[in-house]
Nanobody
Framework: QVQLQESGPGLVKTSQTLSLTCAVS??????????WHWLRQPPGKGLEWMGV???????YYSPSLKSRTSISRDTSKNQFSLQLSSVTPEDTAVYFC??????????????????WGQGTQVTVSS
């Protein structure tokens, strides 16, 4: 059973960089065809896909966030990370990490993901 757990600060100041980590257990980041995503859900809004790092280390980002987003991984720790720069209060959301089989770039249909973290609230203060 694959388990994902997000961690990181719950409060970030405007203009700073938001950094989150997703620790993976019960499965490997390098398993063929696996893909590891970051998504978020702002209050009162729908799920937004942010980006993905595939099993081979390739990355893909949402066009609207690409200039501010970076996803990386540490295979020795079996974890992957999100960095979102120049945050504003509009980046306040619950942030999720998730796993899919196949790349699933841009997917917001939750059924396309087979494992999810519990989510972590991040608030950006003005």
């Amino acid at each position: 059973q694959v388990q994902l757990q997000e961690s990181g600060p719950g409060l970030v100041k405007t203009s700073q960089t938001l950094s989150l980590t997703c620790a993976v257990s019960g499965g490997s980041l390098t398993t063929s065809t696996s893909a590891w995503h970051w998504l978020r859900q702002p209050p009162g809004k729908g799920l937004e896909w942010m980006g993905v790092i595939a099993y081979d280390g390739s990355t893909y980002y949402s066009p609207s966030l690409k200039s501010r987003t970076s996803i990386s991984r540490d295979t020795s720790k079996n974890q992957f990370s999100l960095q979102l720069s120049s945050v504003t209060p509009e980046d306040t959301a619950v942030y999720f990490c998730a796993r899919s089989d196949g790349l699933r770039v841009g997917a917001v249909d939750t059924t396309l993901y087979n494992y999810w973290g519990q989510g972590t609230q991040v608030t950006v203060s003005s």
